[in-house]
């Protein structure tokens, strides 16, 4: 399947699974290095509202509500588009929920899995035409 994919325009991004069972990969956004837990269930990307000064994030005006996994509302804040960049100088923009993310990542710890810098929802998915192939553990992208 590898090989199917590579030869079809994909590139590879290795991901790993943490002791909370979720999957993450090691991205760059902005020319920064970041990890990400992968949620193919969340509509859009997020990344840690504390984190949007290190990845030279420009916040748009206003703060939205959105709906979470639960039935409380989330609080967001749109950024203008950023850029993930990947092997052979490709990159995508998209924008991203600034979310705090304190509760998940003391929820991760608890698990003894790694502190994320963000979350790649369905948005990210759709627009790398993404497939996870859990047996390799790695995702092909292809935009």
């Not at 000064?53 to 639960?70: C, M, P, R, T």
């Not at 600034?98 to 003391?106: H, K, R, T, W």
């Amino acid at each position: 399947m590898k090989s199917f994919f590579l030869k079809n325009g994909y590139i590879k991004i290795p991901f790993k699974i943490m002791n909370s069972q979720h999957i993450s990969c090691n991205l760059i956004l902005n020319n920064k290095k970041s990890f990400f837990l992968i949620d193919t269930g969340a509509s859009n990307s997020c990344i840690d509202k504390n984190k949007s000064i290190y990845f030279n994030l420009i916040k748009n005006d206003s703060e939205i509500e959105v709906a979470g996994a639960g039935l409380e509302k989330l609080k967001v804040t749109p950024t203008k588009k950023s850029s993930f960049i990947f092997e052979n100088n490709k990159s995508i923009k998209l924008s991203l929920m600034l979310l705090d993310m304190d509760s998940i990542n003391n929820s991760l710890k608890e698990q003894n899995s790694e502190i994320i810098d963000g979350i790649l929802g369905a948005d990210f998915m759709k627009k790398t035409n993404a497939i996870i192939d859990y047996k390799s553990k790695n995702i092909y992208l292809k935009f």
